[in-house]
């Protein structure tokens, strides 16, 4: 009963930014964890980073080191992140993914409800 779209993928050089949208709809109300993940083509899925909206709590990968920032804005239902100094290898399709948790899941199957992804490419 939960629905995501993601948007703000595209193409950009290194050294760039980017900033991706998690819409949600439905009754996005009953979630309660918020979370960003990527798989880039030949890996598994990998957790970048999460958000408790019940405990106004934040958790990142170590790979994002301070470079990416997830943010949320409640009165749209839409929560955010911003990707700062990009890099080939985060080249992937960012998806975003909710549910009811009490803690922030880093595995991708603790999560029901997702997005179909959205494509970043970072290239010169």
Not at 57 to 79: C, E, P, Q, W
Not at 102 to 110: A, G, K, M
Request: charged letters at 15%; a positive charge; proline letters at 3%.
């Amino acid at each position: 009963q939960v629905q995501l779209v993601e948007s703000g993928g595209g193409l950009v050089q290194p050294g760039g930014s980017l900033r991706l949208s998690c819409a949600a709809s439905g009754r996005a109300f009953s979630t309660t964890t918020g979370a960003w993940f990527r798989q880039a083509p030949g890996k598994e899925r990998e957790f970048v980073g999460g958000v408790s909206w019940s405990f106004g709590t934040l958790h990142y990968a170590d790979f994002v080191k301070g470079r990416f920032t997830i943010s949320r804005d409640n009165a749209k239902n839409t929560m955010y992140l911003q990707m700062n100094n990009l890099s080939p290898e985060d080249t992937a399709i960012y998806y975003c993914a909710a549910d009811q948790t009490f803690s922030i899941p880093r595995r991708y199957s603790d999560y029901r409800y997702w997005g179909q992804g959205t494509q970043v490419t970072v290239s010169s």
